[in-house]
């Protein structure tokens, strides 16, 4: 890292997942100014899997939207994530509260 950064992390601890492979898949975007960011999405290749999405707001991330399977991860400096068990095959990602700025987000799936 150079010049003035701000790093944030998550750490998390989890059991029953594959001992070999790694990220299943994972993917990255980004978009304007919204009240909803709607992370971008991943299908992982098989179930059960572990789902994280990381997302920094130019403003301030708030809560997972109601009705979303994901589990929101503590802000950490206007940023924010959101993580689930996928119990069964499907598509996935979270939604988001955001402060009306623009935003970019990362998700992956782990096996």
Not at 18 to 47: E, K, M, N, W, Y
Request: include cysteine.
């Amino acid at each position: 890292m150079t010049g003035s950064t701000d790093p944030q992390a998550w750490v998390l601890e989890l059991s029953g997942l594959r001992v070999t492979g790694g990220v299943d898949l994972g993917t990255t975007a980004s978009g304007p100014a919204t009240q909803q960011v709607t992370t971008p999405t991943v299908t992982p290749t098989g179930a059960p899997a572990f789902i994280v999405a990381a997302v920094g707001s130019d403003g301030t991330l708030g809560s997972v939207v109601a009705g979303n399977r994901f589990t929101g991860l503590p802000s950490q400096q206007g940023s924010g994530g959101a993580c689930c068990i996928a119990a069964v095959r499907g598509t996935y990602g979270p939604v988001l509260q955001n402060s009306s700025d623009g935003w970019n987000a990362s998700i992956a799936a782990f096996r």
